[in-house]
């Protein structure tokens, strides 16, 4: 399998000999750099070991809370408050919109390594347009989740059975605001999860 953005390239195969192979002809023809094993790529740091191998965005959730002055926030347990309710038109005063969509935006990148917090930044982009100090509470909570949680990721591990297993569920009518619905879904092959979404 190979794994090709703009100049980076990720390569890896079941025979360490076909491995040892393509590079040496990759090599000839490009000019390219071994780097060894992957450790951080596009933002997701790796940690590999025998049998595992381990995803998180460590660094990029602390440079997160840097960027939106949380660095020193104090921790939540949870990333959404219990029963919390959310509307369009909520009569609380309007923030910075491009702020909020800074702060969402980057949050989405994040789902990428943190399947745990999907739904919660699925639900609060659909403020973007017109945000308000709600709103950005609650994104904010979010960032406060992350705080106490920076080192969370995903660990693929390998398994004799590697059996697929999805998860569905859908809130009826969950949307205050047009009554809409949100699925999400979740797929694993064995334990390990593979696919991931949230969406109204």
């Known amino acids: 399998m190979v794994c090709l953005y703009v100049d980076d390239l990720i390569y890896a195969g079941i025979s360490k000999d076909m491995v040892v192979e393509f ?34 965005q ?16 104090k921790p939540v ?7 919390e309710k959310l509307l369009q038109d909520d009569g ?9 969509r800074s702060v969402v935006g980057s949050l989405i990148y994040l789902t990428n390594s943190r399947p745990n917090i999907l739904y919660y930044v699925s639900f609060i982009s659909r403020f973007m347009e017109n945000p308000s100090k709600l709103h950005l509470a609650a994104a904010k909570r979010i960032l406060q989740y992350l705080q106490g949680t920076k080192n969370h990721g995903i660990l693929y591990k390998q398994q004799d059975e590697n059996r697929l297993i999805g998860y569905s569920d859908s809130d009826w009518a969950g949307s205050y605001d047009d009554r809409k619905s ?16 949230s969406r109204k």
């Open 23 to 56: 590079k040496i002809v990759m090599m000839k023809e490009f000019e390219m750099l071994d780097l060894g094993l992957m450790r951080y790529f596009l933002g997701i740091q790796v940690k590999q070991s025998p049998g595992k191998i381990f995803i998180s």
């Open 182 to 197: 949100t699925s999400r879904y979740v797929f694993c092959l064995g334990t390990n999860i593979i696919s991931w979404c």
């Open 58 to 73: 460590e660094k990029y959730v602390t440079d997160l809370l840097k960027k939106f002055n949380m660095s020193e926030c």
């Open 77 to 83: 347990a949870s990333s959404m408050a219990a029963n």
């Open 92 to 100: 609380v005063a309007k923030i910075d919109s491009k702020y909020f």
